[in-house]
């Protein structure tokens, strides 16, 4: 029976094919199921047989650490943008998302304090 080895979903595709390329370098039998037309269905790879799941998901979280590592001394020690930087940056879209959010939160408050 075939058993879901690695999710597609929101995935880079460098990071894709190279899992993809894991797989196949390994002699893995898999197949790949897409999103769909409407991206509602589970875009993965897939392996054809079951007793191969153990030693597939050891070789993909191997290369995650890697990747992981790889990632983090290309990146060195820069910190993550905070709000403020990314105010900076982009101050009418951020004023956007904060107003929108308030605005949400006013909605969903608001009647539960009889202020609608």
């Known amino acids: 029976m075939s058993v879901l080895i690695f999710k597609l979903n929101d995935v880079s595709d460098e990071e894709a094919d190279a899992v993809r390329q894991l ?3 390994n ?3 898999f197949y790949e199921s897409s999103a769909g037309r409407w ?3 589970i875009a993965g790879l897939w392996l054809k047989d079951e007793s191969q799941k153990a030693r597939a998901r ?3 979280e191997a290369y995650q650490v890697e990747r992981v590592a790889s990632l983090r001394t290309e ?3 820069q910190p993550m943008p ?3 930087d990314r ?3 982009a101050p009418l879209q951020v004023s956007a998302m904060g107003l929108l959010l308030l605005m949400v939160l006013y909605v969903s408050i608001a009647p539960f304090l009889g202020w609608l």
């Open 58 to 60: 050891a070789l993909i």
């Open 82 to 84: 905070g709000l403020i």
């Open 23 to 25: 797989l196949a370098d």
């Open 87 to 89: 105010f900076k940056a």
């Open 75 to 77: 990146r060195g020690d």
């Open 39 to 41: 991206g509602v269905s």
């Open 27 to 29: 002699e893995l039998d």
